[in-house]
């Protein structure tokens, strides 16, 4: 029998245990469909997918040459395990992977998820250590940044810095050598934000010089940390650290979860300051939004390091059941051919300076602390002073707001604290990126009315 909408909504508030959601306050929001950028829910309500499906839809829902692709591929086998096996699909989107990325990035790992992406990376560079041409086993530890978001398992919540997620588990975790966010807006006093990539380069610099010996990798994600609340690094900064990491033989792992395919107005994060990391890590996109896959590319030198007789013991032991699953492996070799044959990329560039005009407005409010983009997305930061960059505390939800506001004017937005993030499929239309940033502008306006300065 089929369930009743009050059914569904009550099992939904009372069995479905919600990812990042305190159940005692959950509304159900329960989507039956979705087409293009608008999701249906099931009394027929209609959202624009404001954060791309929570960062990973890219062409849009039901995307036919997507849904073809899927279908296609259950025509053949659904599934085919990575250990000792392999199938046409997942060799073929190895094959793409390998012509798209930097050139050194010569061999991909897949796995399900942004969080098994890094557990990967991690792991491969300590091991890398181990077994490379002289090995330096004494290389244990990571560099890692305050606010980072890697993913929710132990080791990326270990690499990870946003407190209020990872607190409670820091007895679990491993020790990491943790540099400040390098953020472009929260700088310290007296550092303008034309000097602010050579402060930061120089704050690793002597880390680096320091604690080399005992640094297997640096851990980043590229030109914008996520999670931090879309917070944006100063030009130059990713090439510094690619150049020292080189300088003081620090693998160097880049975060691309949510940064790549597409995100930045480049495919690759990276690409903006011609950076080619030792370990560069894909999820989220990589298959449109449609199904869990993760890619963790790497180098030849890192490749060669676990080559052996079996019996050596330089095998990755390491592996997930589904990583590589060919249903993920066809929605991503189809998500890539909608780039080519969509031009998504080239077609990207005016959605980007059109919500970069957009959002200009926002800055006449004067709760609005910073209105910062990169590629098609931003984060607009609401700040009790303007001057002082003071924050909002993070219990009056001032974000949450907003975006309530905005789900009752038919746009569905995710905060991040107090930071109202905007994140659209690429394949937004204008339109729907005016309507986006006409709601977040009421939204604010109200949120913040009458609010001291
Ligand atoms: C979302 C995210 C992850 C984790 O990906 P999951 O697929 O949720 O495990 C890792 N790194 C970054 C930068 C992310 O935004």
Redesign the pocket.
Known sequence: MTPTHDQLRTWDRELLWHAFTQMSEYEPLVIQEAHGCILTDIEGRQFIDGVSSL?CNVHGHRHPRLDQAIRDQLDKVAHVTSLGMSNPTTIQLARRLVDLTPETLQHVFFSD????A?EVALKMAFQYWHQCTVPRPQKTKYIAYSDA????TLG?VSVGGVSRFHEMFQPLLFDVIRLPSPSLYRRPPGVSAECAADFYLSQLESVLAEQHEKVAALVL?PLVQ??AGMVTQPIGYLEGVRRLTKKYDVLMIA?E??MGMGRTGKMFACEHEAVSPDFLCL??GITGGYLPL?ATLTTTDVWNAFLADYSEFKTFYHGHTYGGNPLGAAAAIACLDIFSEENTLEQLQLKIRHLAEQMKPLWKYPHVGDVRQCGLLAGIELVQNRETKEPFPWTEKRGAHVCEYALSQGVWLRPLGNVVVIIPPLSISLDQINKICDVVEEGISRVTQGSSV
Not at 149 to 152: M, Q
């Open positions: 960062w998820d942004g969080a098994t890094i978001y890697h993913g929710d990326s994600e996520g999670a975060d979860v949510a999820a989220k993760a």
